[in-house]
């Protein structure tokens, strides 16, 4: 199955270089291109692309914004978003995983790792670089208020099972499906039903927003190893 890309940036050299790179591998197709968030939001309706490359910084309706569109729409249900900025700080990753985006990079990735980063997020995991991942928990622990879960979400943790919650802790401290098959001595299936079963619980949207949970309520603390 070809996963359909849609380019949001409004700098041609950088939509350039990433079309390049993907449309080199022959399970990806970039299908369209925009240069700001409101034609971005325009052709993910009509390009009907899987995931959208969405810069931050762009005129009109900017990366984030153009991000809470999509998400909000039922028809754009099964589009994901993956941020990619020069500007790869804790309030931009916060502001980008509350809007709805399923994975945030620097734009100083290398080809494989973009490449890696568009099956990832396309498969429906989350996809955050490690100092993405860095600056939202840092975030949520400086400014708990602002990334505060309702309390609807703390109490729905009391119902996740022992196995559901075991998987949410190692989603918070990184690990991918795989990792947590092998940690577990599971398959990646069953760990992605865990982790889907989770969400659904918890009312989010992705695995990003799992580790903000997770670190508001203590499941995780910084520092600490994940378990063995």
């Known amino acids: 199955m070809t ?8 700098q041609a050299l950088i939509r350039a270089g990433y079309k390049m790179i993907l449309d080199s591998e022959p399970d990806i197709e970039v299908v369209g291109e925009a240069v700001n968030g409101r034609e971005a939001v325009f052709l993910a309706r009509t390009t009907r692309a899987d995931v959208i490359l969405m810069d931050i910084r762009m005129p009109e309706v900017d990366g984030i914004e153009a991000t809470r569109r999509i998400a909000a729409d039922d028809d754009l249900a099964g589009v994901r978003v993956l941020v990619l900025t020069t500007f790869e700080n804790d309030e931009n990753v916060l502001l980008a995983v509350r809007a709805g985006a399923s994975g945030f990079l620097g734009k100083n990735v290398g080809p494989d790792e973009l490449i890696h980063a568009v099956r990832v997020v396309a498969t429906g995991d989350a996809m955050l670089s490690p ?9 949520v622990l ?4 602002a990334a505060a879960p309702p309390q609807a979400t703390t109490t729905a943790l009391k119902h996740l099972t022992d196995r559901e919650r075991e998987v949410v802790v190692l989603v918070a401290h990184g690990l991918s499906n795989d990792r947590i098959a092998e940690s577990l001595h599971l398959s990646p299936l069953t760990v992605k039903t865990h982790v889907n079963r989770a969400m659904t619980k918890l009312g989010v949207r992705d695995r990003a927003q799992l580790v903000v949970i997770a670190y508001q309520n203590g499941l995780v603390r910084p520092g600490e190893p994940p378990p063995p």
């Open 131 to 139: 100092k993405a991942t860095r600056g939202l928990v840092l975030h």
């Open 142 to 145: 400086n400014q708990p208020e």
């Open 3 to 10: 996963i359909r890309v849609l380019l949001a940036d409004d």
